[in-house]
């Protein structure tokens, strides 16, 4: 009976939720934090390290929701769904039928898969450690796959996959399009078909500027933004090995989606023909295998496989909340938010992959679904609402200042800065680049002489020297092409 009460309250137990809980914890010792989370177990930040200003790495570890509350006596997990949010009355009903009335509220409920299909069998949706443990099972039967997307979650997934024929179906011209370009794509895909080591072989500096070009000034599409919840690592410890014994077996249909799953039922009564493993580059042999499922793609082609993987993003997870509820919505389906993290909404905030960040950003900030933002957002959202609990004002995070992600594509370590993909730049920009075949991929984006962002994969040991580049924002058009010549030390310019 009657409505638990607490000043603070916190929906979601995933990165951002349990790190805004736990600074809020900190800034409000005496008080009970409401941590509403459906999941039995809560995602905790283990291993921080503060690489540089503005790169952080650390890992996720899945952790029972009882270790927060002996860490942080003062939160109280509760685990139940939430049913619905009634605002106006500052109140949480949980589908147990309970409810709980907050002061101030952050809604962390985060992102689902965008599934290619909704309630197929044969598609997978692929986001978290649960769905890549659950794939695991599924590709220990297969002997061919389509996996469909192009952000790093497909990437990573492609290149770990030994043992099944993949086809993988990109939209793009080029893999990888979430965290590069063609140049970085072609520099990573030797690896997938590598059996051993090649030789680095040196390419040269080039520098090149971007016509007019059809090059898509403007944002693109809300779905290529979608980042993922899946860190880095999470395939470390599984066994992505399908029944047959060749190690890598990728095949890539660029430019195309899928137009139609079809039943094996679906697919004899069509009398069209499917096609086999590619073997070469005119190969379009009929299949004579039967499969469980057949992916039609926009190209025209038809193909056979076990299942499919759809990576092909996420959707901020907003349902519980929208119903009754004024929310200004962005256009990529995230809680708007201002930048002190508050919605439309008295009293309600948000951080991570529900929200979309609706302030006037920095140059060289965007936002992506990342857990690197999610962190970021939950701990910053905590500061805001202990800020105006307290009457107090307070400085826009300097996390917020600039882009910077790292992460590990095939074992490269890749760091993005900026505007890595001349993002909303237009077309007057320029790149360099430099690529040891191999080795490294390193790549700038420049404007007006300015460093707008980059791409460094491999061991640059260039991430801090740009990063303070980048931030401040240095006239760098005296030197040219020597910007990235290996035998100068540019750091040496900049101290």
Not at 29 to 55: G, H, W
Not at 126 to 141: G, H, M, P, Y
Not at 192 to 211: D, F, G, M, N
Not at 476 to 482: F, I, K, N, W
Request: with cysteine.
């Amino acid at each position: 009976g009657g409505a638990a009460r607490g000043r603070l309250a916190v929906v979601g137990g995933g990165i951002a939720g349990v790190t805004c809980a736990e600074k809020l914890a900190a800034e409000f010792p005496s008080e009970d934090i409401f941590l509403i989370t459906a999941s039995p177990v809560i995602k905790a930040v283990t291993n921080f390290k503060q690489v540089s200003k503005t790169l952080e790495e650390f890992d996720v570890e899945e952790q029972p929701s009882s270790l927060l509350e002996k860490r942080y006596p003062s939160i109280r997990v509760i685990q139940c769904g939430v049913k619905q949010l009634k605002s106006d009355e500052h109140k949480i009903y949980t589908e147990d039928g309970k409810e709980y009335i907050y002061e101030k509220l952050c809604l962390c409920a985060g992102a689902k898969p965008k599934l290619i299909v909704e309630g197929n069998p044969y598609v997978l949706g692929i986001r978290d450690t649960d769905s890549a443990q659950a794939f695991q099972k599924n590709l220990a039967e297969a002997e061919r796959i389509v996996v469909v997307g192009n952000g790093g979650i497909a990437l990573e997934l492609v290149y770990e996959i030994q043992g099944c024929e993949v086809i993988w179906a990109i939209k793009d011209k080029a893999i990888g399009n979430t965290f590069f370009d063609a140049g970085a794509a072609e520099f990573l895909i030797p690896k997938l078909t590598a059996e051993s080591q090649e030789t680095p072989i040196e390419c040269k500096r080039t520098k090149y500027t971007v016509e007019g070009s059809k090059e898509k000034g403007g944002p693109t599409a809300a779905s290529d933004k979608l980042g993922s919840a899946l860190g880095p690592d999470w395939h470390e410890g599984l066994h992505l090995k399908g029944t047959k014994e060749f190690s890598h077996k990728v095949h890539i249909e660029i430019l195309c989606e899928v137009k139609k799953i079809h039943s094996q039922q679906e697919f004899i009564q069509l009398q069209q023909t499917s096609l086999t493993f590619p073997k070469g580059e005119k190969n379009v042999e009929p299949d004579e295998v039967l499969w469980p499922v057949y992916v039609e793609l926009t190209n025209g082609k038809i193909y056979g496989c076990n299942f499919i993987v759809s990576a092909t993003g996420v959707v901020p997870n907003v349902e519980p909340f929208l119903d009754g509820n004024n929310f200004a919505v962005g256009e990529d389906g995230g809680l708007k938010v201002d930048k002190h993290m508050h919605t439309s909404l008295p009293d309600v905030y948000a951080a991570g992959d529900i929200c979309t960040a609706a302030w006037e950003p920095s140059p060289v900030w965007h936002q992506m679904r990342l857990w690197t933002q999610a962190r970021q957002m939950g701990w910053y959202a905590a500061k805001c609402m202990a800020a105006d609990a307290l009457g107090e004002s307070i400085d826009m995070d300097f996390s917020f200042e600039l882009f910077a992600h790292i992460t590990k594509f095939f074992n490269y370590k890749v760091v993005v800065l900026g505007k890595y993909n001349a993002q909303g730049l237009g077309s007057d920009h320029e790149l360099m680049l430099r690529c040891t075949k191999g080795h490294e991929y390193v790549k700038v984006v420049m404007q007006n002489g300015r460093m707008m962002g980059a791409v460094l994969i491999g061991e640059t040991d260039l991430e801090e020297t740009f990063e303070n580049l980048i931030l401040n924002q240095m006239d760098l058009s005296a030197y040219g092409e020597d910007l990235l010549n290996p035998d100068i030390d540019i750091e040496d310019y900049f101290d």
